[in-house]
């Protein structure tokens, strides 16, 4: 390896491991975007399929080379198409586990993972091999297996172990987990919440698998059309999606219809408030107005979609619960129970509101809790109002 | 029998093998691997021995590279080389001739490799020769194999382009399936006999053999 590939860069002072992308395409694909991932954290590429979140990755990996971006690792300039500095695979320091594993059919699980160390003697290759396989708990006879005798959770370990033997200054895992099925998931969950604790460099996660995402990332890329759309803490993307899209795509299930009214008192703008009215789907008024946090972002006037969590409806004994909204307030609803799933520990339950029997709550509870959604006849609700999070709608 | 005519072909058929399969692989790696404009095009070719009748192509094999011919001159002026009625000449036609035996299968097995593993290969560190080596020729090899084979039995019991390209010099161009035409030609049919069955079994017995081995390739090890 000659020493060109470790090309210091004064630019990015920090030299803590920290992963820096940004790039910018318009063909063969659209790809835009920019992010950043520090040491030990990860972070999760999410949206539907065809997002562009893969081919973030293959960027990444130097699989593929976007018209224009920079992508440095540790201070190290993996690419720089201003300058035209493009690191080939095999010179980023990367481990990669693929979709379908792309283990060597036709070697054994010790030798595939012996392949990503070809750089040290043959002995101590076999050795590291071993140590590596048995690290993601493979038993010396399965690790003299070829991959076609291994479950696919084992050959989802093989190909970690060959990822990590490398000793990457940045891991990629490309739906690791779509493969496996959910028992082997959790055990795979499990090894890589321990190797967090060991490993201190950027993970990214490509998933379309939101709870998995919201299980695992410290942070998430929401991804659409090959662009990056948000990124922020799981909390955040689903508290304050930035837009209707991103709403849709991280499945926030209360998302609903308004008018943008403005503050209406003094008081309102003393508080940072402004007046939602509550709209049907097609447009007609609900007859509910909402009190919400104002970000003197929107026009008196605008048609807006607006999301709350689950977390902020309150149904049945939890109204008497005090108001958590603070200076914002909540507001109080009657509704109904229309439809009732109940799975394992959960229920999923839909509510029809008062007055506007269209507009349609969706609240999940599990545990004790439940026993407020079995009610028959209409419900409390109340609707703590500073979790509402207000979007314009896009036109176009 | 006529050995010395079975040797000649033995002779050939391994020429043709040593010329054919490093050029061949490097051919069929390029086709399955590239994509241009024009590829159809020299797939035809390849392929076109294949089709065409081999006294056609003996024909014009003949013809252009004849003494006669701009080509035929050239060689005998610079070279002082000569590509019919000897065995070179032989070669070359055989080599043409075995061009689609030798580069379709293999190309099948290089296009058969998922593009994952070459990509899984090249995260991992190994460069261009390190991937060829140890991830592209043992998983194209089966493939590799009965290409190899095919050709080395295909070369064996060629006739018309042989014919075409070489004639029938005993010791110099006369292959044992002239040698066997000759034989019937003097109703000689014993021996036409006796070389025709030692043909099919050597045929029968190196394509058995190339299966035989292929199976035990794919076979999974545990």
């Known amino acids: 390896m000659s020493p060109a590939a470790a090309v210091p860069d004064a630019a990015d002072a920090v030299c803590d491991g920290a992963l820096h992308m940004q790039v910018q395409q318009d063909r063969p694909m659209p790809l835009a975007g920019e992010l950043s991932c520090a040491p030990g954290e990860l972070l999760a590429l999410v949206g539907p399929s065809g997002a562009g979140k893969t081919s973030l990755l293959r960027c990444l990996a130097g699989l593929m080379h976007p018209h224009s971006g920079r992508i440095t690792v540790g201070g190290q300039v993996w690419l720089d198409t201003a300058r035209g500095v493009c690191l080939p695979p095999q010179r980023r320091h990367v481990g990669l586990v693929f979709q379908h594993y792309a283990l060597m059919p036709h070697l054994s699980a010790r030798d595939n993972v012996a392949l990503s160390l070809l750089h040290v003697p043959r002995a101590e290759r076999a050795r590291r091999a071993s140590a590596w396989l048995e690290h993601v708990r493979l038993s010396p006879e399965q690790q003299r297996r070829r991959p076609a005798a291994l479950s696919g959770g084992q050959q989802q370990r093989v190909a970690l172990a060959r990822a990590l033997a490398r000793e990457p200054a940045l891991l990629l895992l490309d739906e690791p987990f779509s493969a496996v099925d959910q028992m082997n998931r959790q055990g795979l969950y499990d090894l890589l919440a321990d190797l967090r604790q060991v490993l201190r460099i950027p993970i990214v996660l490509v998933t379309h698998d939101l709870a998995e995402a919201r299980q695992l990332a410290d942070r998430l890329v929401v991804m659409d059309a090959g662009r990056v759309l948000q990124q922020g803490t799981p909390e955040q993307i689903y508290r304050s999606p930035r837009n209707a899209r991103v709403a849709d795509l991280v499945g926030v299930q209360n998302r609903f219809a308004g008018r943008w009214l403005g503050p209406l008192a003094p008081q309102d703008e003393a508080d940072a408030a402004g007046w939602l009215e509550w709209l049907a789907s097609d447009g007609t008024p609900t007859g509910q107005r909402l009190r919400v946090r104002d970000k003197r972002r929107l026009r008196v006037g605008q048609r807006v979609t607006w999301v709350v969590q689950g977390d902020a409806l309150h149904i049945g004994a939890e109204v008497q619960e005090a108001c958590a909204g603070g200076p914002i307030g909540c507001v109080a609803l009657r509704a109904q129970v229309v439809a009732r799933r109940n799975l394992g520990e959960t229920t999923f339950a839909e509510l029809a509101l008062d007055g506007a029997p269209g507009v349609r709550l969706r609240i999940t509870r599990a545990g004790p809790q439940r026993r407020a959604l079995q009610a028959e006849g209409w419900l409390q609700v109340r609707l703590d109002c500073d979790w509402v999070h207000v979007m314009p709608v896009r036109t176009g | ?222």
């Open chain 2, 1 to 222: 029998m006529d050995w010395t005519a079975l040797w000649l072909s033995v002779e050939l058929a391994a020429a043709t093998l040593a010329v054919l399969l490093p050029g061949g692989l490097w051919l069929a790696r390029w086709l399955a691997r590239t994509r241009f404009a024009g590829k159809a095009l020299v797939e035809g070719l390849v392929v076109l021995p294949l089709v065409l009748p081999p006294t056609v192509l003996g024909y014009y094999l003949l013809v252009s590279l004849g003494a006669g011919s701009p080509i035929g001159r050239w060689l005998l002026q610079t070279f002082d080389l000569r590509l019919t009625f000897n065995f070179l000449g032989l070669l070359v036609a055989s080599v043409v001739f075995n061009l689609p035996f030798m580069v379709q299968p293999i190309q099948r097995a290089f296009e058969a490799i998922p593009p994952a593993l070459i990509e899984a290969a090249a995260v991992s560190g190994l460069g261009r020769w390190a991937t060829l080596w140890r991830v592209e020729l043992p998983l194209a090899w089966p493939g590799i194999l009965s290409a190899a084979v095919l050709t080395f039995v295909h070369t064996l019991g060629e006739f018309g382009v042989v014919l075409m390209m070489g004639g029938s010099i005993p010791g110099q161009t006369k292959t044992i399936a002239i040698s066997i035409y000759d034989r019937v030609q003097a109703f000689d049919l014993a021996s036409a006999d006796r070389m025709a069955l030692l043909l099919l079994l050597l045929s029968l017995l190196a394509v058995a053999a190339s299966f035989f081995a292929t199976a035990r390739l794919m076979r999974p090890r545990a």
